[in-house]
């Protein structure tokens, strides 16, 4: 006899989802696509890549002093001989031991250069990264405000392990990702087109 008391009880909860359902305005954003296209992104990479052909030319450029020196501490060794007076090898021994002092401090000094470039460029990049990703946050926030969304959701979010997406499906009305990009795009340079950029570079994005 209990039975029409529980009915009623679903009904008012099914009805009470239904209300709340339509009234939550909900979006969602490619938060990996907006990323990718955005024009600035293109520019810090340009930026990015030209600050690691310098690390690359300097690297490159030390070491060669390295190997003149390690060319310059082998022909001193070769210079040896026994039958040379011992003023003579004293004063060898002397050169091979200052070429092998100036050596282990070219040495020291490649890796020190080294270590704290990479170090640099990291502290770069990540720095680069948030400035970047604040600027997609800032105008999503601004279009979900216009648009009167209540929740705006990141449809590219994906699971660490396994690889799979946080959210499997998600409704295309839903997707304000043009619309974000648009205003993402509005400063940059005239003709500028995000698709022939990626084909230039040879990234192609997830379906």
Excluded: H
């Amino acid at each position: 006899m209990k039975f029409p008391i529980i009915t009623g009880i679903l009904v008012a909860a099914s009805a009470l989802v239904s209300t709340v359902q339509a009234e939550l305005k909900i979006a969602s954003v490619d938060v990996n696509e907006l990323y990718t296209k955005f024009y600035k992104r293109f520019d810090t990479e340009v930026r990015l890549k030209e600050y690691m052909n310098e690390i690359k030319t300097e690297v490159e450029k030390q070491q060669a002093e390295l190997q003149k020196l390690r060319e310059e501490a082998e022909a001193l060794r070769k210079q040896y001989d026994p039958s040379r007076s011992e003023k003579e090898i004293n004063a060898l021994r002397q050169k091979l031991q200052n070429k092998q002092n100036e050596l282990q401090a070219k040495e020291n000094q490649l890796k020190e250069y080294a270590q704290t470039r990479e170090r640099s460029f990291q502290e770069l990049y990540r720095r680069d990264l948030a400035l970047l990703f604040n600027e997609v946050q800032k105008v999503i926030a601004e279009e979900a405000a216009l648009g009167a969304y209540d929740l705006v959701i990141d449809a590219s979010a994906m699971n660490a392990a396994p690889r799979t997406k946080v959210f499997p499906y998600v409704k295309e009305t839903f997707d304000i990702t043009p619309q974000v990009l648009k205003k993402l795009n509005a400063g940059a340079p005239a003709g500028f087109d995000p698709d022939a950029e990626l084909k230039k570079a040879g990234i192609n994005l997830p379906n």
